[in-house]
């Protein structure tokens, strides 16, 4: 049973380009959950989704960040017109129903 | 609101000597409580979970944990450290809500192991 996956594990952006950051939930799990890390500090709930549907968004910021899990294909994590400060490690976690989240390996985004 | 607090920012340990991890937490109901690892560069790993039933749980790579409610605590412990333990701890509360189990973190212990 493969675990959480997420892709890219690294990506570098420009100032202003958009970042699209993909995460496939491990099998049988239907709840996925995105969480920032930004360095030296912990990690930060940003968002929670089931399948087509938005349940938690209350740590998103509010402008450029969107999130959406569709009904079919991997849960995607968007931010248009990336800043510096959005560079960050952005971990998804997925879970079955009210059972333990497992995390991927995250991805680096790096803003130039 | 709920909220997690990991007191100790660094601790430095001698290889085969006993780890205790402090965590705190805040949180009207019986809570769900988590212990994860994350290496440099890496994701996080599921040490131990606390759900309900035995107040101490045993996890992986010899890991333990045990809650308190009187003391709103889930203190993470290993009898003997190996140089490979060595990684940032992460305790966390969970709450259920729309099926999901959504987690709050604390700030993280990093973990140094002396040879």
């Known amino acids: 049973n493969a675990g959480v996956m997420q892709n890219p594990r690294h990506l570098v952006r420009r100032r202003g380009q958009e970042a699209r950051l993909r995460c496939s939930p491990m099998?049988?799990?239907?709840?996925v959950y995105w969480y920032r890390q930004l360095p030296e500090e912990g990690l930060k709930f940003m968002v929670y989704?089931?399948?087509?549907?938005?349940?938690?968004e209350s740590g998103m910021p509010k402008e450029r960040f969107s999130a959406e899990f569709p009904k079919e294909g991997p849960s995607i994590l968007r931010i248009q017109q990336v800043v510096r400060g959005d560079s960050a490690a952005y971990f998804c976690?997925?879970?079955?129903?009210?059972?333990?989240?497992?995390f991927g390996p995250g991805t680096r985004l790096t803003v130039t | 609101a709920q909220s997690v607090t990991q007191p100790d920012i660094h601790i430095t340990v001698s290889e085969g000597a006993s780890l205790e991890l402090r965590c705190n937490y805040s949180?009207?109901?019986?809570?769900?409580l988590f212990w994860y690892v994350q290496s440099p560069g890496q994701g996080l790993q599921l040490l131990l979970k606390?759900?309900?039933?035995?107040?101490l749980v045993q996890g992986i790579k010899g890991f333990e944990a045990e809650f308190k409610r009187s003391q709103s605590s889930f203190n993470l412990r290993k009898p003997s450290v190996h140089w490979s333990d060595a990684a940032e701890y992460f305790c966390?509360?969970?709450?259920?809500?729309?099926?999901?189990?959504?987690?709050?973190f604390g700030t993280g212990t990093q973990l140094k192991v002396e040879l």
């Open positions: 606390y759900f309900s039933g035995d107040t």
């Open positions: 949180y009207g109901a019986t809570p769900y």
């Open positions: 976690a997925s879970s079955p129903e009210t059972g333990t989240p497992y």
């Open positions: 966390a509360v969970g709450v259920i809500t729309g099926g999901g189990n959504k987690l709050t």
């Open positions: 099998k049988g799990h239907s709840h």
């Open positions: 989704l089931q399948k087509e549907n938005i349940i938690d």
